[in-house]
């Protein structure tokens, strides 16, 4: 089953699943700091859009984890870099 398939996913309206395939999209092929204002340049959604997007709830968790429980093996580290770069 496909990952847009699933029931996290499938719960969705189109316009959630729209942004989000985007973000998703262009995290993958911006060079460089990814705020709003760089993924309006490279989409077609405007910079209120995503910011509207970003304020609803979505369990970015789960979905991160159906990414990669099919790839990954049993054995797993989570690491966080709370510093902020320059």
């Known amino acids: 089953m496909s ?3 699933n029931e ?3 719960k969705l309206n189109k316009p959630p699943k729209d942004i989000i395939i ?3 999209w262009h ?3 911006i060079k460089g700091k990814i705020n709003f204002l760089q993924l309006e340049r490279f989409s077609s959604h405007d910079e209120q859009t ?3 997007h970003f304020g609803k709830k979505f369990d970015f968790f789960s979905f991160n984890k159906l990414l990669i429980d099919p790839i990954a ?3 797993r580290i989570l690491a966080l ?3 902020l770069h320059p």
């Open 27 to 29: 995290i993958l092929s």
């Open 81 to 83: 870099d709370p510093q």
């Open 50 to 52: 995503f910011r509207n």
């Open 8 to 10: 996290i996913f499938a």
């Open 22 to 24: 985007s973000v998703l």
């Open 73 to 75: 093996s049993d054995e």
């Open 3 to 5: 990952i847009l398939e």
